[in-house]
């Protein structure tokens, strides 16, 4: 392969080199096109986040400045009324210059003495079922008295005591020991109702404090001064909506977090459509801002869609990467073109080459073949021809004959003509397995039992070479399998462990684990060195030269050719010198469906192929 692409690239240079340039000057022309695009949609972003910050930091701004007016109202008179705080707040129209504010409202300081006279104050204002809320005995209090406009929402928070919430205790200690408006963290506002068709909505609280005069300088004094605290609540996506800014709820999001940390847990506000905060966007365009909200810090996060890319004009660079291409297509293909002869005669000569090569290994392959097989079949008809000849001497010989010579010159005769016949179906085997005509016949069988009753047949054979052969089957394995192929496949396996094994002990052991079976067949001889442990399973190939073990180079190709067809895997584990373990896998639910048919009766193991 790599040198198929070096020929391939020598007779392409050219070409190639045409090609390469023209991407080159491609895309240097594409980046410092899209250099300036990126540049002018950092500037837009820029611009978007500058104005947006503006933005909202002087709405903020506006609202803490008409809370220092109120407190105002409180400071130039000693008691302001309903009707008066009424008028005021109206005439400040909040609906149009103070849009996301819920109201303005005051929270009286209160100590726990005053809780009666105080509930009976308001109720003789017209409140009839006030009352301070919630209870419970505490140091310190605070009730709303004042809440406008006094709407459905409001009226709720009436005589509510912000000062038993920890959040909003927190903004109100830090307004009372600074004198200056704070904000509060995230809350639910008391306008909200779960029943309500008002959307629910994060809310938050910028408190001012209000004081008997001048608020004293020490601050340790001002508790005592207090008289309580002008506040307003805000809804965070009322306040949100009428911001405006390039690409806001456009192409531009903005996430608010109460906090230095822009994070999930912080997230106030997001214009996202799903409501959910992303932590980085896809189009690296994003931008965190801290700005300070009446003593709070608080981080805006800008982050742009991708339709803020997709307004940005792409018509030059698409012109740039177009042309460029179409340039170098055509220069490449008319290069290309010039040497395509000279390509498709050499293609021509290496594919001949190696179709000759492919032609000579066949070749070679079949001869050794044919010379093993020659010799492998010539040795069964040899010792045939010279029994048949012996005993035809002996019935021409006058004389009683002798029975039990003639008797064992036919049983050589008989397991020569056997060898004869299981070399042939060797052969045959070959050619179903390769053109794919095997025929499974499917039942289910204990393979503890098969195994037993052929290693049975085997004694004789491991005997006459000094081969103890144990099976270790603990308990029944069942499945579905071919009795006549399972039977192959373990004839050859438990030949080749007597024929390889020098005299050593040969062990067959079964196993299950529920969906599969395993058959281990080993032996302790001469072993399989590692480069040759797959190329054993190849059709004619052999790890040891057939002077001195005879076969036809087959039987494990035929074995695993068996287990494949059974849906099963085989594998080896040797060591030269060590021995061999060879390792069957069958599943247990059979390769596929039964097929009809009564199986097959079993064969006698035939002799080893490999």
Known sequence: MPALLSSHLRRHASAYCALLV????????????????????????????REGTLGFQQRIDMYQAMLLGTRGLFSSSQKVERDEFHAYVESLELNRRYPGVQGIGFSQWLKPGRLKAHEAEVRAEGFPDYHLWPEGERAEYTAIVFM??????????IGFDMFSEPTRQEAMRRALETALPAASGTVRLEQEDEADTWPPQAGFLIYVPVYNGTPPTPPEDRRASLRGFVFAPFRMGDLMEGLRFPGFQDTVDLAVHDGADASPETLFFTSRRNGLWEEGPRLGLRREVAIAVAGRRWTLVFTARESFIERNSQMQLSTVVLSGLLVTLLLFLMTRAQVNARAAAEAASTEQQRLASEARTAVRVRDEFLGVAAHELRTPLTSLKLQLQLLYRQLRQPGPLDVERVARGVESCERQTTRLSQLVDSLLDVSRLMHGRMELRLEPLELGDVVRELVRRFETDAQSVGVLLTVDAPEPVRGRWDRLRLEQVL????????????GTPVDVRVRGDGSAAFLEVRDRGIGIAREDAERIFDRFERAVSSRHYGGLGLGLFIT??????????????????????????LPVTGPGEEAEGPAPASEPPRAPLH
């Open 22 to 49: 023209g991407l080159a000057v491609t895309g240097v022309a594409a980046l410092y096109v899209q250099r300036g695009i990126d540049e002018r949609r950092d500037r837009r972003f820029d611009e978007s986040v």
């Open 560 to 585: 695993r050719q068996l287990v494949e067809a059974l849906g099963g895997s085989i594998a080896v584990e040797s060591l030269p010198g060590q021995g061999s373990t060879f390792t069957v896998r």
């Open 491 to 502: 004839t050859n396996l438990v030949s080749n462990a007597l024929k390889y094994g020098q």
């Open 148 to 157: 406008e406009p006094l709407d459905a929402h409001n009226r709720r928070a």
